[in-house]
């Protein structure tokens, strides 16, 4: 099987580590914009030889597109415009409906299967990739009866040889439990380490930092030109999020604010409920955003 990956960091860097070690891949194309990265990915064993994006996709057996979805809603009709009408082409960002929406009429619409592989780290571009990041993590496939049998088939004996299982979306449900799950907690790693940046006397708050801090800020290191496009494509989602977020920060800052010690405590007994969802007791959560949860959170 002859892979094009667009994009060579993170994402498609480990991807095409894997897929190379599991033998899915029996060639593994390049395409990458900056040079710096197609050198690194060369020397690092992700590709066997970097082309562009005309001949890599005319070549391809499957496409996967792995660029920030700003790019990806530039670069998707332009492949499936050159691709042969036996190719596939699966991207791996983490929205949806704006990417979907835009190629809904394309004549090779089938081809194309959306996907998003819930992994990663806080690291980016081709030396932070990695095997084994997706093992155990789930993959959302999404408005799958859109998809030719054959390409959604290729698409996912991909996936289980990354060892993820699937879950099954519309995209608009797929960005919809993203925002809370994945989006929101990105947002708030942000905001919490701005405002630790935003105090005077900060170095000696980082210098008394544990491993909560440090687990729970870890995210705000993520690449913002990766996720300044997904925060801005899915924000009308990630805006519901935050405003639910914000009401339950509210409701912990009135119950300090009035001295409620009782009302604190039914908080954090609430919030405690968790654990039922993550260890699969009933919940009033759809199966898919149980298993989401839990995959997520492995």
């Not at 339950?248 to 119950?255: A, C």
Request: glycine fraction near 6%.
């Amino acid at each position: 099987m002859k892979l094009a990956v667009i994009g060579l960091g993170l994402i498609g860097g480990s991807m095409a580590k894997d897929l190379r070690r599991t033998k899915f891949a029996t060639e593994i194309i390049g395409v990458d914009s900056n040079p710096e990265n197609a050198r690194i990915a060369l020397e690092v064993g992700i590709a066997d030889r970097i082309e562009s994006l005309d001949t890599a996709v005319k070549e391809a057996d499957i496409v996967i597109v792995a660029v920030p979805v700003n790019m990806i809603v530039q670069l998707l009709p332009y492949i499936l415009d050159h691709i042969s009408t036996s190719t596939t082409v699966i991207d791996v960002g983490s929205t949806k409906r704006e990417i979907a929406l835009l190629v809904k009429d394309h004549p090779l619409r089938g081809n194309f299967v959306p996907s998003h592989p819930m992994s990663g780290t806080e690291n980016s571009g081709p030396f932070a990739a990695v095997e084994h990041l997706f093992e155990g993590k789930i993959c959302i496939i999404c408005d799958q009866e859109k998809c030719r049998p054959q390409h959604l088939a290729l698409a996912e004996k991909m996936y289980q040889s990354l060892g993820m299982p699937t879950a099954y979306m519309t995209s608009d449900e797929q960005d919809h439990t993203t925002a809370f799950i994945s989006h929101l907690p990105h947002a708030t790693s942000f905001a919490l380490a701005n405002a630790v940046l935003a105090i005077e006397d900060r170095n000696i708050i980082f210098d008394l930092a544990s491993g909560g801090f440090q687990s729970t800020v870890r995210l705000a290191k993520s690449s913002p030109e990766m996720w300044s496009p997904i925060f801005w494509q899915n924000r009308d989602y990630i805006d519901e999020a935050l405003e639910v977020y914000i009401h339950h920060l509210e409701e912990f800052r009135e119950s300090l604010k009035n001295n409620n010690h009782q009302r604190l405590t039914e908080l954090m007994v609430n919030a405690n409920k968790i654990r039922g969802v993550l260890d699969g007791e009933n919940s009033s959560l759809t199966k898919n955003e149980e298993t989401i949860i839990k995959l997520y959170t492995k």
